[in-house]
């Protein structure tokens, strides 16, 4: 079963808007993950934020984190049509399972 | 570095036929998976390994087999093809057993099962 669901399922916005996913999950945490998958091609890691972590840069990329909702949010600032792609959330499981369960992702088009 | 490759990214199959998706990585990484990404369902997990000899089963791990003889590859084994089969399939590698590292992906095998 699903862990982490993303919304909206689908974002279509202009060129130098932002651009704001969210990621709900059902259980506890250790580290959440967001992926960026282009069209015909495999997902590319963006960025890792670790449960005891609120909020994550890494250039235009900003995650931030809420345990106690079991939410995450990435936005996505200035975008450029080259953001078009669908992204992804994916969370493990507190306890030590290995195992990472991705969401069914949200599709971004930014138009130019 | 190559990363992960997979072979083949394309492939048609007849129902009841056997094949072998290849799954390579040149990362010398511990941990590998093999994930489906249906329409609307995102990434679902196979099987996964956390090294050579050792696999485990994922969500949906019927219909196929895995297995990992050397820290390399990982290839994936339908047995008997069936239309619900047809997906693409993504091997992931990453480095440690931990949760807390970045998965690399392979650019998939686009799998149509007639």
């Known amino acids: 079963s699903q862990q982490g669901e993303e919304d909206p399922q689908a974002l279509s916005i202009q060129e130098g808007e932002n651009a704001t996913m969210n990621c709900s999950y059902k259980t506890s945490i250790n580290n959440l993950q967001w992926y960026r998958q282009n069209s015909g091609r495999g997902l590319v890691h963006l960025i890792l934020?670790?449960?005891?972590?609120r909020e994550k840069h890494s250039g235009r990329l900003r995650v931030t984190l809420d345990t106690s909702k079991k939410s995450s949010s990435l936005l996505i600032t200035a975008s450029r049509a080259a953001d078009t792609a669908s992204y992804f959330c994916a969370t493990d499981k507190k306890g030590g399972s290995e195992k990472l369960v991705f969401g069914k992702g949200t599709k971004l088009t930014v138009n130019p | 570095n190559a990363g992960v490759t997979q072979t083949p990214k394309f492939q048609v199959l007849k129902t009841g036929q056997s094949m072998t998706l290849q799954c390579a990585q040149d990362m010398n990484h511990e941990y590998m998976s093999w994930y489906r990404q249906d329409p609307g369902m995102g990434l679902r997990l196979i099987h996964y390994s956390v090294g050579a000899g050792i696999t485990d089963q994922g969500e949906v791990p019927n219909g196929y087999n895995v297995s990992r003889s050397t820290t390399e590859d990982f290839p994936l084994r339908l047995l008997s093809a069936a239309p619900s089969q047809t997906s693409v399939y993504f091997c992931?590698?990453?480095f440690g057993t931990g949760s807390n590292q970045p998965q690399h992906f392979g650019d998939g095998t686009r799998l149509s099962i007639l």
């Open positions: 992931a590698s990453r």
């Open positions: 934020i670790r449960s005891n972590e």
